[in-house]
C-alpha cells in the first residue's frame, strides 16, 4: 500500500527526516509515535504530500508520489486525513462538509452524497447534529465530523495527524473509538499519536521515531515490553 | 441669517435627478472594482513573481496618486493621446473602478490570508482543486471577515464620487453646483445634497449590517 524509500526532508537548515524508509500494507495500522520534535507529523505529512520531501521516493498503492508527473489530487482523493485541529469548513453544515468534496471533486450528486453523510454520520454516532454548523459542536463531535468528512471520499487509507491532541480529555474516548471501529474494518491507517494505550491496543505495529530517523518500529507488544533501543526505553518510561 | 430653502425648491427634481445619475456609476464602479479587486488578490497571493509584481505596482500607482489626477488623466488625457472621446460617465467607472480596486484588492489580500491555513491543508487532502477552494471554501470565509472593511471602502467611494463634479458629470455635487450658480445662493443646495449623501451612506450601512448578521449564522 505505502513504500517509504530514503526520505528525506529539511526546513531551511534543519534536518526534519533523515533517511526514512518503510512500508504499510493494506489494513495495517500502524502507529507512529516519538517525542515532539521528532518528525512524526512531517512523516506523516509527507505522505499526501502535504510537505514535499527533499529527498527520497513515496509510493501509495503503486502511484510513485514523488513523481512530478504523478497527479497528486487525484491520488489525495484516496487518502483521508485527520487534523489536530479538526480544520471542518465553518461556514458550511456538517452536512455540507461530508458532501462538499464528493459531490465536486468525485461527481457524485447531491442524493448519492447525502444518503452516504448521513450513514457516516450515523457511524460515527452523530445523526442529530447534520444541520449544525462546525462552531456549535464539541471537540470531540468536530473530531468525530472530521473523520466522517475524510470518509465519504471512500479513501483506501487514512492518515491521523495527533487526532487527540486538541481535545478535552474526557472527549478523546469518543474519537478513539471511532477509529478502533475502523481499524477493526480492516482500514489501512497511519496514526500519529500520544494515546499509548491506542497504539498498544489498536495498533499492528509502532513507529518510533527520533530527531528525524526511524529508530525503530515492530509489533506493540514487543515495543512496549522490550524496547530495543535506549532511546525509546527512555521515552517509554518518561510517558508511562 | 441669510437663509431660504424655498428657493431652491423648483430645482428639488433636477438635484434629485442626480442621486440615479450618481448612483449610476458607482454603483458600476464598486462591482467593477471589486471584480478586478479580486483578480489583483488573487495575483498578489499568487506563487508567480511576475504575477506579484504587476499586482503591486499596480496597486502602488493607484494608491500611491490622487483619484483626482487619475480621473484627469482618463478623461482629457486619453483623448489625447488616442483621439477616442470618452465620456464623463465612462471616464467616472474606469478611475474610481481602476482606483478602488487598489484598495479592495489589499483588503481581500489580507482576508484570505487571514483564513486558517489548516483549511488549504484540510481542501488538499480531500483533493479539491485550487480553483474550487479559493470560490467555495476560502473565498467565502475571507470575505466575512472582511466585510467591515469593504463596507468601508464601498462608503468612501460613494463620498469621494463627488469629484467627478470636476469633469462636468452631472451627479448630485455637480447639480448643486448649477444650482448655486443659478439662484447665487449656495449654501442651501449644498446643504441638500450634502443630506441626500448622508441619506445613501446611511443605507449603505444597513446593507453592510444586515449583511453581517446574515454571515453570523455560523458562530
Redo the contacts between chains.
Sequence with gaps: MIKVENLYKQFGKTEVLKNISTTIDTGEVVSIIGPSGSGKSTFLRCLNLLEVPTKGKIWIEGQEMTDPKTNIMKVRQEIGMVFQHFYLFPHLSVLDNLTYAPMKVKGLSRDEAQTKAKDLLAKVGLTEKETAFPANLSGGQKQRVAIARALAMEPKLMLFDEPTSALDPEMVKEVLNVMKDLAQSGMTMAVVTHEMRFAREVADRIMFLDEGTLLEEGAPSEFFTNPKTSRARDFLEKIL | MNLDFSQIVPYIPFILEGIWVTLKFVIVAIIFGFVFGSILALLKISHIKPLNWFADAYTSIFRGTPLILQLMIIYFAIPQLTGYDISPFLSAILAFGLNSSAYISEIIRAGIQAV?K??V??A??????YR?MMK??IF??AL?NILPALMNEFITLTKESAIVSTIGYLDLMRRAQVVGADTYRNFEPLIFVGLIYWVMVMGLTLIGKRVERK?K???
Design positions: 486558517d489548516g483549511q491543508e484540510a488538499q487532502a480531500l483533493g479539491i482543486p474550487l467555495d471554501l467565502p470565509q466575512k454571515l449564522y455560523s458562530d
